[in-house]
């Protein structure tokens, strides 16, 4: 079973990582000023994973595949670790599409 886990960054933002059952990071967050958003942002993952047209498939100018996955408005909720195939990447959307509907939340901030 996944979950969300919210930690705070050096420089006083809020973030989320999914991880995978087996503590793996499939997802990560931007950086949020506010708890709030934070919290938002995890919700959003939990909505808009569940819609395959939300995934927006990569490549980087190293040629490695990664994934972004974004919000109705097209904004960027999350983005992937960037893998060694295409094979290995679309795997990885698949684990946060099982992972992020019923994920928990270890707020590691309180």
């Keep these: ?16 990582n999914l991880k995978a059952g087996n503590g793996q990071v499939i997802l990560a967050s931007e950086g949020y ?24 498939r990569k490549e980087s100018s190293n040629g490695k595949p990664y994934f972004n996955l974004k919000a109705t408005n097209g904004q960027i909720i999350g983005n992937s670790e960037m893998y060694e195939s295409v094979a290995s990447r679309d795997n990885g959307i698949e684990s946060v599409k099982k992972n992020a509907p019923d994920a928990t939340v270890d707020d590691q901030t309180v």
């Design 1 to 16: 079973m996944g979950k969300f886990v919210i930690t705070k960054r050096k420089n006083d933002e809020f973030q989320f």
């Design 33 to 56: 000023k506010a708890k709030a958003s934070c919290e938002n942002g995890i919700e959003s993952v939990r909505r808009n994973s569940q819609d395959d047209s939300k995934f927006d």
